[in-house]
């Protein structure tokens, strides 16, 4: 409106300001035409700005109202309204949020714990066992094979069931319950084979395969492989701030899978009413020391009491005897099955049944006979004779290698030096053992030999093979005169302990290799040689010499000996 009242004066000025030049008569009519003029642009311009004011006021209250209503709708909405304070309403929101990470975390933890409990028992379903999938593999190369050799000779593409089969089907299937077994035997007899059988007849079902280890970080990855198990490593549980899983080491982790198992154990037996079972395959590979031995102590506290409750049946598998030492001290459920090496028929049928397998040929029976009784009835050995072109070739390049590991090992250096004395110690005490075995050998073939001469012995009984000498484990100590050397050579594989504590050698191939060694021409005195090098190095060291200083010629020493005042001697 200002702005319109200054153009009016304005006009109205310049009017005036030329009228007064302007003569004329109708002077003042002219001025006042221009006046009204002026005022009526005026009160159109001020109508204007009226009406533009009015529309502006008009679109304010729409907005208002507008606003309102949100205000309203979001308060009768259900929603947290505002308390005014900037610093209330971010408590308010701060403790909402502390309130759903909470509950959230204590949902997240329910379910992962769940979730373990599944993925263990996962482990033992049908079919799920790595260790059942690669001999399953290896099954179905056989059954291709046999394919294209048609199915005349079906019968022998399979493995050789042995006697303990029967025991060890009813372990793996469960219904061997309220103890836990130890497979004790050499290595090559046939124990993981048995026990790989049994889970292909029942599909791994309720059953687990773990290898042991040296290093326990290694064995705990492998027992989480075989349960199923990645030890909370996978947990987000992190962000509230849980320990490091690991922190504990490794004996610790395997505790917690452990008490993880048996939970599985114990809602497994209620449901199917038969026990899981946890295969621990090669336990010797535990280090004989005090975490080796804990290790063991602690799978066995196990095992005795899922025994015992009949919710689990643990299995142990080992090629050495020293396991059985110490897990007989505590041994309350313990039982022990001894895997021996075949009998001579059992080991010549064996032979034949391979070759057929894998030759798709039949053997001339009397090369089947010679070659099994070079190698014995070791599994292992038999498999590899029976693939041979030649057996008989292949079972004397066998005795030829067995010989020359055998004098790597233990073989006797004569004029030894003071630095490898234990080595030659060690060397000597067992080939003393191993001298004593072949003689008693000897023996039984001279008694043999006696007895058919007698009439006695019936010359077609006299085709069996004579059973391993054996040694107890106590005239083993008397002969070696040492006590920790056979713990030593039960781990090289060149005797072989079971469970009566007899001593005997590990094969027949070791044996026959150990005869060729003794019969040797000077043996003997090879021996008795490196034993007094033995002796002499040693009682070197326990000499202790006396020196003396500033003497001259003509000079005299007083040494007195006294043993009870009795004798003296001058020098």
Not at 374 to 381: A, E, F, N, P
Not at 390 to 414: F, T
Request: hydrophobic share 40%; proline share 2%.
């Amino acid at each position: 409106m200002s702005r319109s009242a200054s153009a009016v004066s304005l006009s109205l000025l310049r009017i005036v300001r030329s009228a007064k030049h302007v003569q004329h008569p109708s002077r003042l009519s002219l001025i006042r035409h221009a006046s009204q003029r002026a005022l009526a642009e005026s009160a159109s311009s001020r109508n204007e700005n009226d009406n533009r004011l009015e529309q502006s006021g008009v679109v304010a209250k729409t907005e208002g109202s507008a606003a309102n209503h949100n205000a309203s709708g979001s308060t009768a909405g259900g929603r947290v309204p505002s308390t005014g304070s900037s610093a209330a309403d971010a408590v308010i929101t701060t403790l909402i949020g502390l309130a759903a990470v909470f509950f959230g975390g204590i949902a997240y933890v329910s379910w992962y714990k769940k979730n373990v409990l599944d993925k263990i028992e996962l482990a033992f379903a049908r079919g799920y066992d790595p260790a059942l999938e690669v001999a399953s593999s290896a099954k179905a190369q056989n059954n291709s094979d046999k394919d294209e050799r048609g199915a005349a000779n079906s019968i022998h593409m399979q493995h050789m069931r042995r006697q303990e089969q029967d025991l060890v089907d009813n372990i793996i299937g469960g219904r061997e319950a309220g103890q836990y077994f130890m497979l004790l035997g050499c290595k090559g007899t046939g124990k993981g084979t048995m026990i790989l059988d049994a889970m292909q007849g029942i599909q791994a079902e309720g059953v687990a395969v773990c290898d042991a280890h040296p290093n326990l970080e290694v064995f705990r990855l492998r027992l989480g492989r075989a349960l199923n198990y990645e030890f909370n490593e996978d947990t987000q549980t992190g962000l509230f701030q849980r320990r490091d899983p690991r922190e504990g080491g490794a004996a610790l982790d395997i505790e917690r899978a452990l008490s993880k198992l048996e939970k599985v154990a114990l809602r497994y037996a209620c449901r199917t009413g038969r026990p899981l079972v946890l295969v621990l395959n090669n336990i010797h590979f535990f280090n004989n020391d005090d975490d080796g031995r804990n290790m063991l102590l602690q799978l066995q506290q196990r095992a005795e009491s899922w025994a015992a409750g009949g919710i689990l049946t643990m299995v142990f598998s080992t090629d050495d005897f020293w396991p059985f030492l110490v897990m007989r001290k505590v041994a309350s459920r313990m039982q022990v099955v001894s895997v021996r090496d075949l009998s001579l028929q059992d080991a010549i049928h064996a032979s034949a049944h391979m070759r057929l397998s894998a030759r798709d040929e039949a053997a001339d029976p009397a090369m089947v006979r010679e070659a099994v009784s070079v190698v014995g009835g070791r599994l292992s050995y038999l498999s590899r004779v029976s693939r041979a072109q030649d057996m008989r070739s292949c079972a004397h390049d066998m005795l030829a290698v067995e010989k020359a590991w055998l004098q790597s090992q233990i073989g006797l250096i004569p004029d030894c030096d003071d630095d490898v004395m234990d080595e030659q110690k060690w060397s000597s005490c067992s080939w003393l053992l191993l001298r004593e075995f072949v003689r008693q050998r000897e023996e039984d073939e001279r008694a043999r030999d006696e007895a058919i001469a007698s009439g006695m012995l019936d010359p077609g009984e006299a085709t069996q093979e004579l059973p391993l000498p054996k040694i107890p484990y106590y005239k083993c100590r008397q002969i070696m005169t040492r006590t920790d050397f056979l713990e030593d050579l039960d781990r090289a594989n060149i005797i072989a302990i079971d469970t009566s504590h007899d001593v005997m050698p590990d094969s027949v191939l070791l044996l026959h290799a150990a005869k060729a060694v003794v019969e040797e021409e000077g043996f003997g005195e090879l021996l008795d040689n490196v034993r007094a090098r033995v002796d002499e190095i040693e009682s070197l060291h326990r000499t202790r010499e006396l020196t003396f200083k500033d003497v001259n010629a003509g000079d005299r020493i007083w040494l007195s000996v006294d043993k009870g005042g009795s004798l003296s001697v001058d020098r």
